[in-house]
């Protein structure tokens, strides 16, 4: 199941007014190619993520990621891919609380509030909450996911070459090499 294009666009429109309300200034192409990730589930106001990506060339990427209120990215990893380790990726929190989890000593009483449904596709549990000003850096093959607080977020993401098809997400659900919405696609 695919956004409607209204979603879509709801989606970018909602993004682009996130980002400007908090002083982030995208370029006409920039806006134009707003990418909704909704993993192929259907179900964006819980579990997706909006993001630009400003450059991706084979040893640097960077991005702004937008969640909305309690949108959750979900739990993958960034595996080796032809005995080129994977990408590496560091997450500075610009806006809003993020409540990320990592491998390591699970957390009691997390922050995060597990999509219901899909409680079974999330196995790391280590929190790591991230205010504006903080960072974390994620190394390679590491499971991970995130989720935002209740007013949202904005996570400037600086990484290696991003790859997302070959992403390996926790939920069989997701089709890794299918979930990048842009407008020319719908
Ligand atoms: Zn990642």
């Keep these: 199941m695919m956004l409607s294009i209204i979603e879509y666009k709801a989606a970018c429109k909602k993004t682009i007014i996130f980002l400007e309300e908090a002083g982030f200034i995208l370029n006409k192409d920039e806006k134009n190619r707003i990418q909704v990730v909704e993993y192929g589930l259907d ?33 993958h990893r960034h595996p080796e891919i032809n005995g080129k380790l994977g990408k590496e990726e560091t997450f500075r929190c610009r806006r809003g609380i993020v409540y990320l989890y990592v491998e390591g000593i699970p957390t009691l009483n997390i922050h995060a509030k597990l999509p219901i449904g899909k409680e079974h596709t999330f196995t790391v549990f280590h929190e790591i909450v991230l205010k504006p000003g903080d960072q974390y850096t994620i190394m390679p093959n590491t499971r991970h996911w995130f989720q935002a ?3 949202g977020a904005i996570i400037s993401e600086f990484s290696t070459k991003s790859i997302d098809e070959k992403d390996i997400y926790t939920d069989k659900e997701i089709i890794a090499d ?9």
């Design 149 to 151: 607080g209740e007013d």
């Design 43 to 75: 179900n964006l106001e819980l579990i997706g993520l909006q993001l630009v990506e400003y450059i991706n060339t084979e040893r640097c990427c960077a991005k702004e990621l937008v969640l909305f209120r309690r949108q959750t990215c979900p739990e």
């Design 178 to 186: 299918c979930n990048r919405i842009v407008e020319e696609n719908i």
